[in-house]
Nanobody, 118 residues
Framework: QVQLQESGPGLLKPSQTLALTCTIS??????????WSWIRQAPGKGLEWMGA???????NDSPSLASRISVSRDTSKNQFTLQVNSVTPQDTAVYYC??????????WGQGTQVTVSS
């Protein structure tokens, strides 16, 4: 059974860089046919897909966020990361990592709250 867990800072100030890590168990980040994705949900809003990384390290970012985010991986640790530059209060959200396959995003982490406030 695949499990994912997010970790990182819960509170940032505007203009700082957010870095979150997703640790995977029960599956390999290099397994074919999977994408490893980041999604967030701001207060009172729906889920927003941010970006993903494939088994070969290829990435795909949301066009609205591509200028500020970077998704990467560490195969030795079976982890992938999200970096968001120049955060603002609008980046306040619960951030999730998930596995994306042919059937959709069936496996999610618990989510981690990130608050951007001065």
């Amino acid at each position: 059974q695949v499990q994912l867990q997010e970790s990182g800072p819960g509170l940032l100030k505007p203009s700082q860089t957010l870095a979150l890590t997703c640790t995977i168990s029960g599956a390999s980040i290099t397994t074919n046919d999977y994408y490893w994705s980041w999604i967030r949900q701001a207060p009172g809003k729906g889920l927003e897909w941010m970006g993903a990384i494939g088994n070969d390290g290829s990435t795909n970012d949301s066009p609205s966020l591509a200028s500020r985010i970077s998704v990467s991986r560490d195969t030795s640790k079976n982890q992938f990361t999200l970096q968001v530059n120049s955060v603002t209060p609008q980046d306040t959200a619960v951030y999730y990592c998930a596995r994306e396959d042919y059937y959709g995003m069936r496996y999610w982490g618990q989510g981690t709250q990130v608050t951007v406030s001065s």
